[in-house]
C-alpha cells in the first residue's frame, strides 16, 4: 500500500466507533488524542485555533500538532519579541514542526517602494533583510515573503521591473549564504500593487537568477487575478517554492469557494512537492465549531 493513502486510513481508522457508534474527524480533534499527520504540510497560523488553545504560543503549537499539522507560519514574526521568537523556534523544534513563512516588512510593503530604485527605500529593504537573517535563526525558517510595494507611477514599466530586479538581487546576496530563501508573493488585494502575476513573477525570478528568489504561490490570490491554477502553475513551477491557501471568494478554507482544492492538491502532489502549504485565509466560521470544521475541510482534501 502506497505510504499517502496509508497515512489517510490510519486518520480515519482512529477515529473509532465508541458506544454511539463512529465519531467524525472533528470530534477526534476535539479530544485528547493525538490526530494522524496530514500527508500535505499544511501550515496554520497563529489564532486560528484560538478557541481550542486560548493559552498563547506553546498552547497554539501543541493544538496544532496534535490535529496532526506539521508546520507553521506567521506573517508577523518580525514584530515580535526576540524572547517570543526563540520561544516558538525551541516548541516548533519539541514538536516535531517546521516554520513556514514570515514576511520581510520594513514598513514599505504597501507603499510605493522598490520599484522607484530609491536608495531610501532600499536600505531599509536591505536592513529588514539582515534582521530577517538573524530571525530566521531563531525559528530555524528557510522561507520568507517579500512584497515589492506600489507602481511608481511616473515611471516605465520596464524601468520599475529593473529596479526590482536589482533590489532583489541585493537581498539574494544576504540569504544566500545561509540557505535562505526569499519568496515573492504577486497579490490580488488592489491593483496599486507592482507585483500581481504569476508569470510577471517567474521573469523576475529568472532576472534575479539566486535559489534565494522564488515565488509564492497563493492560491487565492491567483485565482483572483488570473485564475487557470493549475495551467499556469505548469508554466512557472520551476520557480515556485511556497504555496499559500483559501478559497475564493471570501478568503477562507478549502471547500467554501469556488475552487476544487481536492484537483489542485492532488496536482501538486504528483508535482512532488514536498514545501509547505501555508493556510493563509480565515475560519468560515466561529468558535470551536468553526476550528473543528476546518480540521475537517483540510482531512477532506488531503491526498
Same mark, same amino acid.
Given at each position: 500500500?502506497?505510504? *499517502?493513502?496509508?497515512?489517510?486510513?490510519?486518520? +480515519?481508522?482512529?477515529?473509532?466507533?465508541?458506544?454511539?457508534?463512529?465519531? $467524525?474527524?472533528?470530534?477526534?480533534? $476535539?479530544?485528547?488524542?493525538?490526530?494522524?499527520?496530514?500527508?500535505?504540510?499544511?501550515?496554520?497560523?497563529?489564532?486560528?485555533?484560538?478557541? #481550542?488553545?486560548?493559552?498563547?504560543?506553546?498552547?497554539?503549537?501543541?493544538?496544532?500538532? &496534535?490535529?496532526?499539522?506539521? $508546520?507553521?507560519? &506567521?506573517?508577523?514574526?518580525? /514584530? *515580535?519579541?526576540?524572547?517570543?521568537?526563540?520561544?516558538?523556534?525551541?516548541?516548533?523544534?519539541?514538536?516535531?514542526?517546521?516554520?513556514? =513563512?514570515?514576511?520581510?516588512?520594513?514598513?514599505?510593503?504597501?507603499? =510605493?517602494?522598490?520599484?522607484?530604485?530609491?536608495?531610501?527605500?532600499?536600505?531599509?529593504?536591505?536592513?529588514?533583510?539582515?534582521?530577517?537573517?538573524?530571525?530566521? /535563526?531563531?525559528?530555524?525558517?528557510?522561507?520568507?515573503?517579500?512584497?515589492?510595494?506600489?507602481?511608481?507611477?511616473?515611471?516605465?514599466?520596464?524601468?520599475?521591473?529593473?529596479?526590482?530586479?536589482?533590489?532583489?538581487?541585493?537581498?539574494?546576496?544576504?540569504?544566500? @549564504?545561509?540557505?535562505?530563501? %526569499? =519568496?515573492?508573493?504577486?497579490?490580488?488585494?488592489?491593483?496599486?500593487?507592482? +507585483?500581481?502575476?504569476?508569470?510577471?513573477?517567474?521573469?523576475?525570478?529568472?532576472?534575479?537568477?539566486?535559489?534565494?528568489?522564488?515565488?509564492?504561490?497563493?492560491?487565492?490570490?491567483?485565482? *483572483?487575478?488570473?485564475?487557470?491554477?493549475?495551467?499556469?502553475?505548469?508554466?512557472?513551477?520551476?520557480?515556485?517554492?511556497?504555496?499559500?491557501?483559501?478559497?475564493? @471568494?471570501? *478568503?477562507?478554507?478549502?471547500?467554501?469557494?469556488?475552487?476544487?482544492?481536492?484537483?489542485?492538491?492532488?496536482? =501538486?502532489?504528483?508535482?512532488?512537492?514536498?514545501?509547505?502549504?501555508? %493556510?493563509? #485565509?480565515?475560519?468560515?466560521?466561529?468558535? /470551536?465549531?468553526?476550528?473543528?470544521?476546518?480540521?475537517?475541510?483540510?482531512?477532506?482534501? &488531503?491526498?
Amino acid at each position: 500500500m502506497e505510504r *499517502r493513502g496509508f497515512i489517510k486510513r490510519i486518520g +480515519l481508522g482512529s477515529a473509532l466507533v465508541g458506544a454511539a457508534g463512529a465519531v $467524525s474527524i472533528p470530534a477526534l480533534a $476535539s479530544s485528547k488524542k493525538q490526530a494522524a499527520p496530514f500527508t500535505m504540510d499544511f501550515a496554520p497560523h497563529f489564532g486560528m485555533f484560538k478557541n #481550542h488553545a486560548p493559552g498563547g504560543i506553546v498552547d497554539e503549537l501543541r493544538f496544532m500538532a &496534535d490535529q496532526g499539522f506539521r $508546520s507553521l507560519e &506567521d506573517n508577523g514574526l518580525l /514584530k *515580535r519579541s526576540e524572547a517570543d521568537q526563540e520561544l516558538i523556534g525551541k516548541t516548533l523544534s519539541d514538536l516535531g514542526m517546521r516554520m513556514g =513563512v514570515f514576511v520581510i516588512d520594513g514598513g514599505d510593503n504597501w507603499k =510605493v517602494s522598490l520599484t522607484t530604485g530609491k536608495q531610501d527605500f532600499l536600505d531599509t529593504f536591505l536592513k529588514t533583510c539582515r534582521d530577517s537573517v538573524e530571525a530566521a /535563526k531563531r525559528v530555524n525558517a528557510k522561507w520568507m515573503t517579500v512584497v515589492p510595494g506600489y507602481f511608481e507611477r511616473n515611471l516605465p514599466m520596464g524601468v520599475q521591473t529593473g529596479n526590482v530586479i536589482e533590489a532583489l538581487k541585493r537581498g539574494a546576496e544576504i540569504f544566500e @549564504p545561509h540557505g535562505l530563501t %526569499m =519568496v515573492l508573493e504577486p497579490l490580488s488585494d488592489n491593483p496599486d500593487l507592482f +507585483l500581481r502575476h504569476a508569470d510577471q513573477t517567474y521573469m523576475i525570478c529568472k532576472a534575479v537568477g539566486s535559489p534565494s528568489c522564488k515565488i509564492l504561490y497563493d492560491i487565492y490570490h491567483m485565482q *483572483r487575478n488570473e485564475g487557470n491554477l493549475i495551467a499556469t502553475m505548469e508554466k512557472t513551477w520551476s520557480e515556485i517554492a511556497y504555496i499559500q491557501i483559501g478559497d475564493n @471568494p471570501g *478568503r477562507k478554507e478549502p471547500g467554501t469557494g469556488e475552487i476544487n482544492y481536492s484537483n489542485v492538491f492532488e496536482w =501538486v502532489n504528483k508535482k512532488g512537492f514536498d514545501g509547505i502549504l501555508g %493556510m493563509e #485565509h480565515g475560519n468560515a466560521q466561529p468558535g /470551536k465549531e468553526g476550528e473543528l470544521a476546518l480540521i475537517e475541510a483540510y482531512r477532506k482534501v &488531503d491526498v
